[in-house]
């Protein structure tokens, strides 16, 4: 029965670790002794002895004939691992290095920057991993068909369990709930944090950390997702994320209940008041004065607003809610 590999991950051979092992187990031997124990011949161990001492696994004893002995393991191990500590120290800067070298050209090549996926699974896979390896923000659009299994409870709760999740927020197609199960799951994960809103969504996308994207190669909400193009840095990407938050300024947020989802009733009465006075370029206190407020909470509510509508400045709330038809409401 052949015996089990121990040091094949520390760079060491067959032959080499059959012959320390040897010497582990018999103690000190000759060249003859140790090809003996070892079913090779004299020369052949010969030759191998230099290596086993610059791996520091064995080492001469005083005398003659010529005796070597075995290096306890833990020192032996000890060796190996810093040896091989130090080959992946130099691996990492030959790769900065190299990565210099890529820097250096005018730009990526359009091979390094689109990836074609193709077979259902192998979709699914990719975009599995494109979720695992995200540690700041997932962007998803959400529209049938689906890539992933959402009934899959075990990926549920890998995800639902998983430590540094990033930031999702995700944009649903009304006829993403037309699948079982969505609502529920749409639910859940809004539960765990997820930002969700309600829109247009005129292609399925997922983006990781604005560093990768995801989206299928056909857009057909009858067939399943049997190809899929991976987008990596360029400026496509680029348009890619402006397309997601163009669209997140429009949708609405969602509101879940226990039977249905819907957009949340928004905004509120006196919200339509304060955004129409924002939009005619009224300041704090005069907003305050024409609706019998105090500044203070007028400043509260715009801000509260601004963050609602995505807006950077006062106006551009006041820009937006007009442009979304808020204000006819």
């Known amino acids: 029965m052949a015996q089990r590999r121990l040091l094949e991950g520390l760079g060491v051979t067959v032959a080499e670790e059959t012959a320390y092992r040897s010497l582990l187990r018999h103690g000190p031997a000759t060249l003859s002794e140790l090809a003996a124990e070892t079913g090779s011949s004299a020369a052949a161990i010969r030759r191998m002895l230099p290596r086993l001492e610059d791996l520091g696994l064995i080492s001469r004893v005083a005398g ?14 000890d060796i190996l691992v810093a040896r091989r500590q130090e080959e992946i120290t130099h691996s990492r800067a030959a790769a900065a290095l190299l990565a210099t070298e890529v820097a250096e050209r005018s730009g990526p090549h359009p091979e390094e920057v689109l990836e074609v996926v193709t077979g259902r699974d192998a979709v699914a896979r990719r975009y599995l991993q494109l979720e695992r390896n995200a540690t700041q923000e997932m962007l998803v659009l959400v529209h049938p068909p689906y890539a992933v299994d959402i009934s899959d409870d075990r990926e549920n709760r890998r995800r639902a369990a998983r430590q540094g999740a990033p930031v999702i927020r995700g944009i649903y197609s009304p006829l993403a709930f037309e699948q079982a199960g969505m609502l529920a799951h749409t639910r859940h994960a ?45 400026a496509l990407l680029d ?89 006819a409401r």
Not at 275 to 291: H, P, T
Request: glycine fraction near 6%; charge should be positive.
């Open 64 to 77: 003659r004939p010529l005796r070597v002995v075995a290096t306890p393991p833990n020192i032996a191990i």
């Open 190 to 234: 809004i539960a765990g944090g997820e930002q969700a809103r309600l829109g247009q969504v005129p292609v399925k996308l997922a983006i990781a950390d604005a560093r990768t994207a995801v989206l299928p190669l056909v857009s057909d909400e009858d067939k399943a997702v049997e190809s899929a193009l991976v987008v990596h840095p360029s």
């Open 239 to 327: 348009a890619l994320v402006g397309l997601f938050e163009t669209l997140w300024r429009a949708a609405v947020p969602l509101r879940l209940t226990t039977d249905a989802l819907e957009p949340e009733t928004w905004p509120r009465a006196a919200d339509t008041e304060v955004l129409a006075l924002l939009a005619a370029g009224m300041k704090d206190d005069a907003i305050a004065r024409q609706l019998g407020l105090s500044p203070r909470t007028v400043q509260r509510r715009v801000q509260v607003l601004c963050e609602r509508l995505g807006a950077r400045t006062r106006f551009h709330a006041g820009y937006l809610a007009a442009h979304n038809g808020l204000l």
